[in-house]
């Protein structure tokens, strides 16, 4: 072994003797660095912050991005679940209102004895210029004919005008003039009799019907309900219509009047009854022989 290898030996031996110590001298408890120990600690550490502190501040702008997006997708995800909660709340209320209605019309046929009800759905209402006028889902093929009252569960809407088999229109009491009169009767509690008259149309200034009496009466009350009557063969006995809103004189003073506010909402229909009267009651016979 020559001189020079022997000596690269016995250096590299030093050096591992050397290493040793120096790490079996860090590894031992002390309380205090060298300074050595302290100058390559602060050397490292501040190396460390010089490279990792843009490392740290692409981090905390990535991580900030996620937490954006993540807001973003979440608050996407909330906007469609109130969407949906919103249109499941509408279609429940409407569900609930129909369903109100359907209640309200049945339990109506159910109180109906002296006539035959037709349960009916409005499927059409005519454009603007003839506001007046309705089509429902029934026709002969179920009963109705011309001149049939029609109610809801509120009080009496109008009658059929024309009919076919399996639909029908309904003229609108808001459509009735003198040829589409309807004979009526309001109670008098104080005399204990009814004040007659006719209904000859509709006020579309005040959207009221017009009343008017065959006599004089001092003791009809405001709101006071008026019913048909049953005479003339066409309107069953006993349908509300409205309730008295004003009682006055036309416009010669020699006529008593009055304005009808309408039972029945006949701009929000849905489900009404066809009216199909069986028979004359006896009431209805004798008060037409009176007259």
Known sequence: MSFFRRKR???????????VGLIGFSLRDREELSSVEEFIQDTVGSFQNVLFRPVY???????????????????????????TYQQKLYEVQELTKENEALQAVLDKTETITDYRPIQAT????????WFN????????QHGVEK????????????????????TSTVLLLNGFDRSNRI????????????????????????????????DSYEDIALETTVF??????????????GSIEEVTTDQYGLTQIAYVKLSADIEELNHVIVVDRLLTSIDEIE???DE
């Open 133 to 140: 006028q309705v089509t429902i889902n029934r026709g002969k």
């Open 57 to 83: 501040y692409v981090r905390d702008i990535v991580g900030n991005i996620d937490e954006m997006k993540q807001v973003y997708e979440e608050n996407q995800q909330l906007k469609e679940n109130l969407s």
């Open 122 to 129: 409005v499927i059409a209402r005519s454009p603007e210029q």
């Open 147 to 166: 001149d049939m009252a029609v109610i809801t569960a509120s009080g009496m809407i109008g009658k059929i005008q024309s009919s076919a088999q399996f």
């Open 287 to 289: 008060e037409s022989g």
């Open 183 to 214: 004979s009526v009767n309001i109670d008098l509690p104080e005399t204990e009799s009814d004040a007659k008259g006719f209904i000859l149309g509709y006020d579309d200034t005040r959207e009221q019907l017009l009343l008017e009496f065959t």
């Open 228 to 241: 048909s009557s049953g005479l003339g063969g066409v309107f069953p006995k006993g349908l509300e219509i």
């Open 9 to 19: 030996l016995f250096t590299i031996l030093i050096s591992l003797i050397i290493l």
